[in-house]
Structure formats: structure tokens, C-alpha cells
């Protein structure tokens, strides 16, 4: 007779996340994880793989689409690219690296012109403002990105990252920037997870529903990444916050444990990626 298998598991392991606590159930996969060259200076920074290999293990683990960084399409073959636009695996956002108001009006439309490339699943478009030292005016920067979201085609919402280090570092320069900018054409990202968790409600409470989109960097208070697996009670921590703020918006994950180690590989960094959604999909509600 077949012996049954019994598994214990331990008492501080949870299977879901009690009612006044909620994870956004729409995790995208941002291809800036898995590329070693993210960082790189030009020429060589350019994708070391192809994206359109690794969709259909994205999609087993449970990712809804691609969070794409921008090289990993315009930097790619003709036949990448057209891998990556007819793939069932969707480009639900892109990740851009060009500065309204910093880079030339020209490379905002060759930005565009990707954007276009994936009008029928593309719904988010990640950017940044300059660095807050920077030689450009914030205000300058504001009215470029407002110009530039004209050339973009309608249901494709810019989001800006609310990154340290830039002109929109604080809640109060961010509330004067989405105050210029249509709410139907902007939203806000924020990274819920490291250092600036302490921060998250003061976020929210300055920008309200206008954060749509989240960043999940597996970044602990020594921000150091790591599993998120190591990282369990944070995100508890920060379900809490997002259900009293009601927020109904989507994530990414951006960044895994493995980044800038020695030995980093795309396959080894997705693997990472898998474990981490993996995490956030057992501790959520459905």
C-alpha cells in the first residue's frame, strides 16, 4: 500500500493575507531585471538576450506581461522585434530612460514611435525627471513631458517614477507636477519596498490616486537586494498601507536579488523573478 505523503508547514507560513490587507493581483515583469547590461555605458549597453525566449516562463509563473526596457526593442534584431510585437506573451508597459526636457525632441519621438509599435497591449510608459542637480528646471521638464504625452496614442498613460535623487524626490514637488499634468494621461509610481517604505503613506497621502503603479525591488532596510521570500513581513507592512489608501493600480517587478553579483545571468535572474512572484502570489488574495 502507497504510504501518504504529509506535509507540515510552518505556523508563521501564510496562504493568503488577512481582509484589511491587499497586494496588487497584476504583476508585470520588467526585462530590467534580467539584463546584466542595464548599467552599462554605451556601446555597450545593449541587450545580451532575447526577450521573446523568455515569455512563455513568465507567463507559467504568473506575470501578466512585460514591463520592457526600451533597448531591449529598439536595440534588438528586426526579427526580435517582430517576435516581441507578435507575441501572446503582451508588452503592458515600457520602460524609457529618456528625459523630458533633457534629451532632444527627436529621440522623444523615436520613443514614441516604439510606443506605437505596441498600441494594441501597451498601457503604461515608465519615465523619469532629470537629477535634481541637474541644469534644467523642473518646470521645464513638467511642460516637456506634457508635450511629449501628445505624441503618444490615447489609452497609453505616462507614469512617472517618483525616483530619490531627481526633481520629483519629494511628495511636495511631485503634488505641484501632477497638479499641471492631466490625470488621464499621468500616474505616479512609487517603490513600496526598502528605504522608502517608511515614506509610502506620506505618498499617498500627497498624491492620492494618482499612484497607479508600483515597483517591487527586492530591497531590504540595508538595501541590499534580496528574496522577497526574506522580505515577507514587509510586504504584509505594506498590504496594510495600500488597502487604508484604496489602491486598485498594477506592479512590477523592477529589480531581484542576483543584480551586479559576480556569476549574473539572464536565466539565473528570471529564475529569481519566478521565486519572487511566487512570493507575492501566495501571500495575495486570489
Not at 526600451?70 to 507575441?87: C, D, F, I, P, V
Not at 513631458?145 to 511636495?172: D, N, Y
Not at 529589480?255 to 495575495?284: C, I, S, T, Y
Request: a negative charge; charged letters at 25%.
Amino acid at each position: 500500500m502507497a504510504k501518504s505523503l504529509c506535509i507540515v508547514l510552518p505556523l508563521n507560513v501564510m496562504t493568503s493575507l488577512p481582509e484589511n490587507v491587499l497586494l496588487p493581483k497584476t504583476c508585470l515583469l520588467g526585462t530590467v531585471a534580467l539584463e546584466p547590461r542595464r548599467w552599462k555605458k554605451d556601446p555597450e549597453r545593449y541587450p545580451s538576450f532575447a526577450v521573446s525566449e523568455k515569455g512563455e516562463a513568465a507567463r507559467a509563473a504568473g506575470f501578466a506581461g512585460w514591463e520592457l526596457w526600451e533597448r531591449h526593442y529598439t536595440h534588438a534584431s528586426e526579427g526580435e522585434q517582430k517576435a516581441l510585437r507578435e507575441s501572446d506573451f503582451p508588452v503592458v508597459g515600457l520602460n524609457t530612460y529618456w528625459i523630458p526636457g533633457h534629451g532632444t525632441v527627436e529621440e522623444g519621438e523615436r520613443v514614441a514611435e516604439t510606443i506605437a509599435a505596441f498600441q494594441s497591449s501597451l498601457r503604461l510608459v515608465k519615465f523619469n525627471l532629470g537629477p535634481v542637480d541637474g541644469p534644467v528646471p523642473v518646470e521645464e521638464q513638467v511642460e516637456a513631458a506634457a508635450r511629449w504625452a501628445e505624441l503618444l496614442p490615447e489609452g497609453v498613460r505616462l507614469l512617472c517614477e517618483c525616483h530619490p535623487r531627481t526633481v520629483l524626490e519629494t511628495t511636495e514637488a511631485a503634488k505641484k507636477a501632477f497638479a499641471t499634468w492631466p490625470s488621464d494621461r499621468f500616474g505616479a509610481i512609487v517603490h513600496p519596498l526598502g528605504p522608502a517604505q517608511l515614506e509610502l503613506p506620506n505618498w499617498f497621502a500627497a498624491l492620492g490616486d494618482r499612484i497607479t503603479h508600483l515597483h517591487w525591488q527586492s530591497k531590504g532596510a540595508d538595501k541590499k537586494m534580496c528574496p522577497l521570500s526574506e522580505l515577507e513581513n514587509d510586504l504584509l507592512a505594506v498590504g496594510k498601507i495600500l488597502a487604508e489608501y484604496g489602491f486598485s493600480g498594477t506592479a512590477a517587478l523592477e529589480f531581484v536579488a542576483g543584480m551586479n553579483k559576480p556569476g549574473e545571468h539572464p536565466e539565473r535572474l528570471l529564475q529569481q523573478a519566478v521565486e519572487d512572484v511566487r512570493v507575492l502570489q501566495r501571500l495575495g488574495r486570489g
